[in-house]
């Protein structure tokens, strides 16, 4: 139960770091946005068999958190949390992708192990990146720039809802649990009988949360529709910052930075 708790409170955590005043949470939402958005396109537009030049894009990530002050600790707990479904996408690439590519001393490299690195190394990046845009921006804030960039707003609304009401869910989850576990001696976690039936009341109690949730809604003046505050003015600074993030991306996609510098490197040797 514990153990419970303390990972419902970690979801909050990424919500508390949105809070903090520094250089990259002053930015405009839509600045970081867009940014983000094409840094993914950028990240998924390369070969599958390329895996030196994604190495430089690490320093996005890395750069934003030290300018946002983020803690590196929450965010390598969630991408820990995915690495079984990152490690299960490409699991199986090494099998059917023998075709050898490299030979590094008596190893032979084959296709379907640099497939694996690479699809590795773009969901780090990726996720990584989407993560510091959520403690770097907050929900709210993201929504708010979705609908300024032309998201359809019943998307935007589906997803703000989607992402308030996820605690909502895990409340439920912990009280089950914890009811669970006060009716039940000399047994650790829950007896696989006990699944269908603790499932059930689970769904019974979140529809009744739902409803009594929509009552409320409903009460306050509730349409269907949701306002989003208005989103802060671009600045000289947020004109720099994509600036300097694009003409770093473009940079890394088209010039393979660590095979430039392992030639200039290696000439100067000569």
């Known amino acids: 139960m514990i153990k419970l708790e303390s990972t419902w409170l970690d979801l909050r955590t990424i919500d508390d770091l949105a809070t903090q005043k520094t250089f990259i949470h002053s930015l405009n939402s839509c600045t970081k946005l867009i940014t983000t958005l094409v840094f993914v396109v950028l990240v998924t537009s390369f070969s599958k068999y390329e895996v030196t030049s994604l190495f430089p894009l690490l320093f996005y990530p890395v750069a934003l ?155 306050r003046g509730f349409d269907g529709k949701v306002p989003l505050r208005s989103a802060a003015r671009w600045t000289k600074k947020d004109h720099l910052y994509l600036l300097f993030c694009l003409s770093f991306f473009l940079l890394c996609r088209f010039i393979n930075i660590p095979e430039v510098l392992g030639t200039l490197l290696t000439g100067g040797f000569q």
Request: with cysteine; charged share 10%.
């Open 65 to 219: 958190m030290s300018l946002g002050n983020l803690p590196y600790k929450p965010i390598v707990k969630r991408l820990i949390l995915i690495a079984p479904f990152i490690v299960f996408i490409g699991l199986f690439n090494p099998v059917f992708d023998q075709r050898p590519i490299a030979k590094l001393g008596s190893f032979l490299i084959t296709g379907g192990w640099l497939s694996f690195l690479s699809i590795t190394i773009k969901l780090l990046l990726t996720v990584t990146s989407a993560l510091i845009l959520v403690a770097t921006t907050g929900m709210n804030s993201i929504c708010t720039a979705m609908s300024q960039i032309g998201v359809p707003k019943p998307i935007v609304i589906q997803i703000l809802f989607l992402y308030r009401y996820l605690h909502v869910l895990l409340e439920e989850f912990l009280k089950t649990n914890q009811a669970y576990n006060l009716r039940s001696f000399k047994t650790a976690g829950i007896h696989y009988k006990a699944w269908g039936s603790l499932l059930g009341q689970l769904l019974l109690r979140t529809m009744d949360r739902a409803q009594r949730i929509y009552q409320a809604m409903l009460c």
